[in-house]
């Protein structure tokens, strides 16, 4: 069964961090680009970073770039997103999403499979 399962949210203050996990089962991830997506309530789900399977490029909303990052382990079949700077504009359910492709996009529409979400509230 193919299942993603993303860890790490959780509460924490302006300027903090934190690091988000999306595991794998069921598949192999070395052949998939990966993708961390938010939706705050209210707000269409958007890209936030992703990372291909050929190179390891790596893409950032203009809103995260030089406070996230997002990285991959294939040998532990895990995706890693190190948020950093946190602002309470970062507040959403983060979901992990898996494309059987080379190239990653932001793009929502561009993945196959996704993982439940975890929470990430940013709040004095």
């Known amino acids: 069964q193919v299942q993603l399962v993303e860890s790490g949210g959780g509460l924490v203050q302006p300027g903090g961090s934190l690091r988000l996990s999306c595991a794998a089962s069921?598949?192999?991830?070395?052949?998939?680009?990966i993708g961390w997506f938010r939706q705050a309530p209210g707000k269409e789900r958007e890209g936030v970073s992703c990372i291909s399977s050929s190179d390891g490029s790596t893409y950032y909303a203009d809103s995260v770039k030089g406070r996230f990052t997002i990285s991959r382990d294939n040998a532990k079949n895990t995706v890693y997103l190190q948020m950093n700077s946190l602002k309470p504009e970062d507040t959403a359910v983060y979901y992990c999403?898996?494309?059987?492709?080379?190239?990653?996009?932001?793009?929502?529409?561009?993945?196959?499979?996704w993982g439940q979400g975890t929470q990430v509230t940013v709040s004095s």
């Open positions: 999403a898996a494309a059987l492709s080379w190239v990653a996009t932001l793009d929502v529409g561009g993945y196959d499979y």
């Open positions: 069921g598949f192999t991830l070395d052949y998939y680009a």
